[in-house]
Nanobody
Framework: QVQLVESGGGLVQAGGSLRLSCAAS????????MAWYRQAPGKEREQVAR???????NYADSVKGRFTISRANAENTMYLQMNSLKPEDTAVYYC????????????????WGQGTQVTVSS
C-alpha cells in the first residue's frame, strides 16, 4: 500500500510564503506525475500545479509566477513553494500522484493525501 502525507500548511498574512511537502511511502512503487490540488469552501477542487517524473511542470493561471512545484525523485517527495500569497489562496491543499504499484507492473492508480489547510489573512 502507498500513502501520501502532506505537511507545511498553516496561517500566513497576505504577501507571505509557505512551503508544502508531500511524501510518498510504501513498498515497490514508482511515481509518474505528481500534482497539487486545492479546494476552497463552497468551490470545486482545482488543480494548482503538476510535475511529471521528468520534471515538466504546468500551473493554473491563478498561481503562475507565485507558486513553484518541484520534486525529489530519490526521496519520493514533492514540494510547493507558495510566495506572494493572497486571501483567495485559502483552501485545503491536497497532494495527488499517479503511482505504479507494484513497480514495473504497468498498473497505475491515483492516490490522494489527506489534505493540509492553508489560510491567508488579509
Amino acid at each position: 500500500q502507498v500513502q501520501l502525507v502532506e505537511s507545511g500548511g498553516g496561517l500566513v498574512q497576505a504577501g507571505g510564503s509557505l512551503r508544502l511537502s508531500c511524501a510518498a511511502s510504501g513498498s515497490s512503487f514508482s511515481i509518474n506525475y505528481m500534482a497539487w490540488y486545492r479546494q476552497a469552501p463552497g468551490k470545486e477542487r482545482e488543480q494548482v500545479a503538476r510535475i511529471t517524473s521528468g520534471g515538466r511542470t504546468n500551473y493554473a493561471d491563478s498561481v503562475k509566477g507565485r507558486f513553484t512545484i518541484s520534486r525529489a525523485n530519490a526521496e519520493n517527495t514533492m514540494y510547493l513553494q507558495m510566495n506572494s500569497l493572497k486571501p483567495e489562496d485559502t483552501a485545503v491543499y491536497y497532494c495527488n500522484a499517479e503511482i505504479i504499484v507494484p513497480r514495473g507492473s504497468g498498473y497505475s492508480y491515483s492516490y490522494w493525501g489527506q489534505g493540509t489547510q492553508v489560510t491567508v489573512s488579509s
